[in-house]
Structures are given as structure tokens and as C-alpha cells.
């Protein structure tokens, strides 16, 4: 049997403390949360080119052709949370983690598996609130480094081991080096 496969930027987000979040205010979080999700995650998803794989109640799986896209809508979503529920507690605002790997996943039609999606969870884990986790250099399809460059405005980057994380009012812009010819 053959399987479908492909290589994909893999988003995994999830609530920070949820079933905490839950035991406080079990609908008003509930409400908040799809909320968030109908007015700021799902447009960003969608105007990123990603597409829901898959809501997990507390969090969701996503799927970019372009890890580019991934990263910028991440960097939008949290710069969006930061925004969001200025008048709720700290201890009660939704936060999320999200975690972004490239990688071969295999492919059915309403799911995605594989490494690829195990590492992205994995990120998403080491994340802290309002963080991003990946790979400090994710590879193209080719194996070269993707040129990205992430800058904070009101944080700077972080590095962890092979990982690295950076905090939530980012912008991510692809980069280009372009040769120029020394005149003499």
C-alpha cells in the first residue's frame, strides 16, 4: 500500500495551563478560546496559506507549504494574543505555545503523521508562553539553510541547545542575499 507524502511546515500550538484555565472558568474559557480561534487564528491561518489539520480542544495542528508562511503567522498570532483580553487577570489570559518544524509528513485525508509532526510537538513543548519554538535553521527541500531572519521589537531570541525560541512581538521577514559586483 502506498502512502502519500510530502514535505510540509508543521505548526503545533496549545493552551498554556489549560485545565487550570478549565477549573477557574470552565465556559468563559471555553467561550475565549473559540473566540480567539474564529476572530485571530483561523484568518491567520488561512491568510498564511496553512490549512487546520486538526483542533485538539486545547490546541491545533496546522499545515504550510512554505515554513516562511508557518513562521510568520505564528509571529502574528502571538503578537495578536499579546493584543488580545487586556482587561482579563495574567493568571487568566490564553496564552499559547507553538511549535514549527519542517519535515516528511504522511498525509490521509483530515490527519498528518510522522517525525515531522513528533518533532513540531516536541517544539511547541520547550516553548515558553507566547514563545516559538523551532529549529534554529530550518532546511529546504534542497538541505541548504531556509534564509530567515527574526527580529523582536520588544524581545530578543534565545538559544537552547539545537533549538532556540523567541518571544511574541516578532516580525519574521524571509531574507535575500544578493552578489553585487565590487566596482573599482
Known amino acids: 500500500m502506498s502512502q502519500t507524502r510530502r514535505l510540509a511546515a508543521i505548526l503545533a500550538a496549545d493552551v498554556v495551563g489549560y485545565s487550570r484555565l478549565m477549573g477557574a472558568d470552565e465556559e468563559g474559557t471555553h467561550e475565549r478560546l473559540k473566540a480567539h480561534l474564529r476572530e485571530l487564528i483561523d484568518?491567520?491561518?488561512?491568510?498564511?496559506?496553512?490549512?487546520?489539520?486538526?483542533?485538539?480542544?486545547?490546541?491545533?495542528?496546522?499545515?504550510?507549504?512554505?515554513?516562511?508562511?508557518?513562521?510568520?503567522?505564528?509571529?502574528?498570532?502571538q503578537r495578536g494574543m499579546v493584543e488580545r483580553e487586556p482587561?482579563?487577570?495574567?493568571?487568566?489570559?490564553i496564552r499559547?505555545?507553538?511549535g514549527i518544524n519542517v519535515g516528511d509528513v504522511i498525509v490521509e485525508e483530515h490527519d498528518i503523521f510522522g517525525d515531522g509532526v513528533n518533532i513540531?510537538?516536541?517544539?511547541?513543548?520547550?516553548?515558553?508562553p507566547l514563545r516559538l519554538g523551532h529549529r534554529p535553521r530550518p532546511l529546504s527541500a534542497t538541505g541548504s539553510p531556509t534564509p530567515l531572519r527574526i527580529s523582536a521589537s520588544r524581545a530578543s531570541g534565545t538559544s537552547r541547545g539545537r533549538f532556540a525560541s523567541v518571544r511574541g512581538t516578532l516580525k519574521a521577514e524571509p531574507t535575500c542575499r544578493r552578489r553585487t559586483r565590487h566596482q573599482p
Do not use: M
Open 87 to 93: 482587561k482579563v487577570p495574567e493568571d487568566r489570559q
Open 120 to 128: 513540531a510537538a516536541r517544539l511547541e513543548a520547550l516553548a515558553e
Open 43 to 77: 484568518p491567520k491561518i488561512a491568510e498564511h496559506r496553512g490549512r487546520i489539520v486538526k483542533n485538539t480542544g486545547d490546541g491545533l495542528l496546522a499545515e504550510f507549504s512554505s515554513v516562511v508562511d508557518a513562521v510568520r503567522c505564528a509571529v502574528e498570532i
Open 96 to 98: 499559547f505555545r507553538i
